[in-house]
């Protein structure tokens, strides 16, 4: 059973930047794509970004694409969402999931393709 753990998260004026960090334990790590979500009250939880099991691929979110990098430490277990240019839109409880395939070929966006989740991080960006 992977366990994950955020932190990283706070607030921050528009155009700042914030690093968020994914802390897994259980499981093996290493054959796990890891993905973050976000979600605000009232809506759905979106896809923001995630990183293949191996580390050698990664997918964005059209609406951080460019701002946003994801990267992660398999030797430590971590997963990090590095986030620059913050804009009021991006305020969410972010989330980091496990992916519920194990060396899976192509990158999970699916939010059904996560089986594992952490208990979610707010990140509050001031205009």
């Known amino acids: 059973q992977v366990q994950l753990v955020e932190s990283g998260g706070g607030l921050v004026q528009a155009g700042g930047s914030l690093r968020l960090s994914c802390a897994a334990s259980g499981g093996t790590f290493s054959r796990y794509a890891i993905g973050w979500f976000r979600q605000t009250p009232g809506k759905e939880r979106e896809f923001v970004a995630a990183?293949?099991?191996?580390?050698?691929?990664?997918s964005y979110a059209d609406s951080v694409k460019g701002r946003c990098t994801i990267s992660r430490n398999n030797a430590k277990n971590m997963v990090y969402l590095q986030m620059n240019s913050l804009k009021p839109e991006d305020t969410a409880v972010y989330y980091c999931?496990?992916?519920?395939?194990?060396?899976?070929?192509?990158?999970?966006?699916?939010?059904?393709?996560?089986?594992?989740w952490g208990q979610g991080t707010q990140v509050t960006v001031s205009s």
């Open positions: 990183i293949k099991w191996s580390g050698g691929s990664t």
């Open positions: 999931a496990g992916d519920g395939l194990e060396i899976r070929r192509w990158i999970a966006i699916r939010i059904a393709d996560y089986n594992y």
